[in-house]
């Protein structure tokens, strides 16, 4: 239920700053082991997305309203949903204080916003994107728009850009450079259509064991990889970009039809600036208990912390267990025995109707769920992406489904 009380102060066993994907999971499974447990999630947005299918919607595969669902409806009964953002922390006091000044106090806190998208970082960007061609995946407002700019362009330079890590689901850049081009060779036009995909880093990807086939699926469709240049200027209405190469001062400067931009990403503001940041600005967390490394009656989950797992939906499906469980442990005195491997996933749609799904833990270590070799595209894995990964999250995750994979395949790389 929605809390907009004025009451100036209020104290819980456990507060969520944040409704997303971890703290609606991690607010289910505590209703399902304590119903009794006095629960608060401070979550300003109405609507929740499954993020995770904005590739496809730009894809034209899934429509945006598929994605999306009322917040209220997600919140689990007997949660109280104060429906304000927060804006500092008291770590020391136990409270969090909102942007309205209103202070809530807790024995436990869980801090799981997200993490924020820089556009102004990118000079030009915020006033062109949605138009001139100039769209992202990464925003409910162009996801659609980025199908459009794909079915007009009919020939001509389409850029893709990544920015540096880390962000959320860093295949993402690269998935709607796949399915773009595939599309435009079903269509025909991409003989006549120069792609370029252009990342601020080093590698295609961050794990090597996918390296190979990754590159073998750019090389397929032709596309130009330009590594270490870093989108930093949009002039939508000249249909210019304008990149920085990495580590130097120089710059290249290249025309586009189409621009799909991946904005640099960050810690929201009012965590970066907070006594509970590391020192880029992200969740201080311990990586196995993800309780937080200076206060011990702080938790953390998703994409805030500044673990070095990939910060994708899958992820927070094997942090939300790990972290009621240790949370419980906390408020009873018990020592501490969930452990997160740092487990990872990320379906790389290199075509209509084939992933390659990449699973794996801290270190970069190959972690399969299934037993066949996942460097392969795949139509099973396509399937799952489509129709099974969606159904997981919603009637799984959101509803508080222990659905970790505790017993992985072993890989023989």
């Excluded at 209103?102 to 993490?115: A, D, E, F, H």
Aim: aromatic residues 8%.
């Amino acid at each position: 239920m929605a809390d907009t009380s004025p009451s100036s102060e209020d104290r819980f066993t456990v507060v969520i700053i944040g409704g997303g994907a971890a703290g609606i999971s991690i607010a289910s499974l505590l209703k399902k082991h304590r119903p009794n447990l006095s629960i608060a999630i401070i979550e300003p947005s109405t609507t929740h997305a499954y993020q995770p299918a904005w590739t496809l919607v730009g894809a034209g595969v899934v429509p945006l309203r598929k994605t999306l669902r009322q917040e209220g409806g997600l919140i689990p009964r007997g949660v109280t949903w104060i429906r304000e953002r927060a804006a500092s922390f008291a770590p020391d006091d136990l409270s969090v204080t909102l942007e309205s000044g209103r202070t809530v106090q807790y024995r436990r806190l869980i801090v799981c916003p997200g993490l924020q998208l820089d556009w102004d970082k990118i000079e030009g960007l915020p006033e062109t994107l949605g138009r001139n061609g100039v769209t992202s995946n990464y925003s409910r407002e162009t996801a659609a728009y980025t199908w459009e700019c794909i079915r007009h362009l009919d020939g001509g330079k389409a850029i893709f850009t990544q920015p540096p890590m880390p962000i959320k689901c860093a295949g993402a850049p690269q998935k709607i450079v796949y399915l773009a081009s595939d599309h435009w060779r079903q269509e025909g036009s991409l003989h006549n259509t120069e792609v370029d995909f252009c990342l601020a880093g080093d590698a295609l990807f961050g794990v090597a064991h996918w390296v190979p086939t990754l590159q073998r699926q750019m090389d397929y469709y032709g596309v130009n990889v330009h590594k270490k240049e870093n989108l930093i200027k949009v002039d939508g209405e000249k249909r210019e970009a304008t990149f920085q190469i990495v580590g130097t001062e120089e710059t290249i400067t290249r025309s586009f039809d189409l621009l799909h931009v991946t904005p640099p990403q960050s810690a929201p503001d009012f965590v970066k600036t907070s006594p509970l940041a590391n020192a880029g600005g992200w969740l201080d967390v311990d990586p196995a208990t993800l309780q937080h490394t200076r206060y011990d009656t702080i938790f953390g989950a998703g994409d805030v912390m500044g673990t070095t797992n990939a910060k994708t939906a899958a992820a927070v499906r094997e942090q939300a267990p790990i972290v009621v469980e240790n949370l419980l442990a906390s408020l009873d005195g018990r020592p501490l025995k969930g452990t997160y491997d740092g487990y990872g996933a990320c379906p790389l749609t290199v075509a209509y109707g084939k992933v390659v799904l990449a699973e794996f833990v801290y270190g970069g270590k190959v972690a399969p769920s299934f037993p066949y070799d996942q460097r392969k595209p795949s139509r099973f894995a396509w399937f799952l992406k489509t129709q099974v990964f969606h159904r997981v999250y919603w009637h799984g995750m959101m509803k508080g489904q222990n659905i970790t994979v505790k017993h992985r395949v072993k890989s023989g790389s």
